[in-house]
């Protein structure tokens, strides 16, 4: 069964630094998404993406977030300078255009020291 | 804005009774109702789902009811086992943002042998 994949699995990095988390949905889907999840605390949404560009992002999604889907495979959330509060597990998402299932990629864990 | 209330935050049942863990959505719209199950350090993995044109849904030891009058949805896990012992989140997808998944809190289940 396809599935979503996620690389690294787990990243450290030190505040001020950029990030960049990828993500291979599954191939024939068309709506990608991030969401991110604070140990302990739920899935919360941070942006969605379809037809090569952004459809709606959450407060959170601020002007440090960027995503991009440089080729037909990969999806890809960069954080420009991370912050202390960044750290959390980011998920990716993706769906295709006839179901509501979104089918979750593994997560990355982001720890900002 | 769109919302999805649930509770308990944590369950704790002995091995073998049922859990109940019930979610209320705002938006009147939402026609699909998906339970996630995750475990420590994991992806929310979906166990079930009900669409808003049937009341009830069963797969073995789970089942979903959904009351779209009320706006109010319930997963019932009978027969419960150690296993069992998760994080569960119910979910709705909003109508804007490509149907981005809007999450529930979550509540933590303990079942004990």
């Known amino acids: 069964e396809p599935e979503v994949t996620q690389t690294p699995s787990h990243q450290v990095t030190q505040m001020g630094q950029e990030v960049i988390l990828r993500c291979v949905p599954i191939?024939?889907?068309?709506?990608f998404y991030w969401y991110r999840q604070i140990l302990g605390q739920k899935v919360e949404f941070l942006v969605s993406?379809?037809?090569?560009?952004?459809?709606?992002k959450s407060e959170i999604f601020d002007d440090q977030f960027s995503v991009e889907r440089p080729d037909g495979s990969n999806f890809t959330l960069k954080i420009r300078s991370t912050k202390l509060e960044d750290s959390a597990m980011y998920f990716c998402?993706?769906?295709?255009?006839?179901?509501?299932?979104?089918?979750f990629g593994p997560g990355t864990r982001l720890t900002v020291t | 804005g769109e919302n999805v209330e649930q509770h308990p935050s944590t369950l704790s049942v002995q091995e073998g009774d049922s859990a109940v863990i019930k979610c209320t959505y705002s938006?009147?719209?939402?026609?699909?109702f998906p339970w996630y199950k995750q475990e420590l350090g994991k992806r929310p993995q979906l166990i079930i789902d009900?669409?808003?044109?049937?009341g009830e849904k069963k797969d073995q030891r789970i089942a979903v009811t959904l009351n779209k009058t009320a706006k109010h949805f319930s997963l019932h896990i009978t027969e419960t086992q150690p296993e069992d012992s998760a994080v569960y989140f119910c979910a709705a997808p909003a109508r804007t943002g490509g149907f981005k998944t809007i999450f529930g809190a979550g509540t933590r289940l303990f079942v004990k042998a």
């Open positions: 998402a993706s769906r295709d255009s006839g179901n509501y299932e979104q089918y």
């Open positions: 191939s024939n889907h068309l709506y």
């Open positions: 009900i669409r808003s044109n049937v």
């Open positions: 993406f379809y037809n090569n560009e952004i459809s709606e």
């Open positions: 938006d009147s719209a939402s026609n699909y």
